[in-house]
């Protein structure tokens, strides 16, 4: 299996802040990597597909970035609502997740 | 609007089985596969397995290959997901979802509820 590995597992952010989140591969998945948004309780949501591509309705603020092995998802201008965690799953083999990063109210 | 629904929390005693279903709505269900995750208290999802309700061809992950069993009716447009010899660390949260592949696509686009089993003697 590919094993993903984000980082960090964690963050304490306010609202506005720019946040960054990396995911890392454990070989190249060229851009087969997606974004989720899980809030407790709920299932996830797709925010990104093809490492770059914003989801139907997804706002703006969200991007992400990367292909091979290393991948980033940038929220700018955090807004209350996105307090949550963030996992990355790569599509390259049978699905396999990141462990989650959990974005916090500083 | 598409929807996928599934079937309420379950209490089980070690070695029972256990099937949860995924109702599906507002789209033909023959189009998409239908993934199996389960998500541990506090931790990451783990795939178990997918179903094609096409034919009802279905692959397992390794780990679950001995226990768990994938069908679906497309007479009501149902997946169900059933897993046997429980143990106390089957206790999670079990999710179906739609998978969708094309053109630079490769995601899971609509989620079940979630539901919750809970093993214990």
């Known amino acids: 299996d590919i094993q993903m590995t984000q980082s960090p597992s964690s963050l304490s952010a306010s609202v506005g802040d720019t946040v960054t989140i990396s995911c890392r591969a454990s070989q190249s998945i060229s851009n087969y990597l997606s974004w989720y948004q899980q809030k407790p309780g709920k299932a996830p949501k797709v925010l990104i597909y093809?490492?770059?591509s914003l989801h139907t309705a997804v706002p703006s603020r969200f991007s992400g970035s990367g292909s091979g092995t290393d991948f980033t998802l940038t929220i700018r201008g955090l807004q209350p609502e996105d307090f949550a965690t963030y996992f990355c799953?790569?599509?390259?083999?049978?699905?396999?997740f990141g462990q989650g990063t959990k974005v916090e109210i500083k | 609007q598409e929807h996928l629904v599934q079937s309420g929390s379950e209490v089980k005693s070690p070695g029972a089985s256990v099937k949860v279903s995924c109702k599906t709505s507002g789209y033909n269900f023959y189009d998409n596969y239908i993934y199996w995750f389960r998500q541990a208290p506090g931790q990451g999802l783990e795939w178990m397995g997918w179903v094609t309700p096409r034919n009802g061809g279905a692959n397992y992950a390794q780990k679950f290959r001995d226990r768990v069993t994938l069908t679906r009716d497309t007479a009501i447009s149902i997946a169900y997901m059933e897993l046997s010899g429980l143990k106390s660390d089957d206790t999670a949260v079990y999710y179906c979802?739609?998978?969708?592949?094309?053109?630079?696509?490769?995601?899971?686009?609509?989620w079940g509820q979630g539901t919750l089993v809970t093993v214990s003697s």
């Open positions: 799953q790569q599509g390259y083999s049978t699905p396999t």
């Open positions: 979802a739609r998978y969708v592949l094309g053109v630079g696509k490769d995601y899971f686009d609509q």
């Open positions: 093809g490492a770059t």
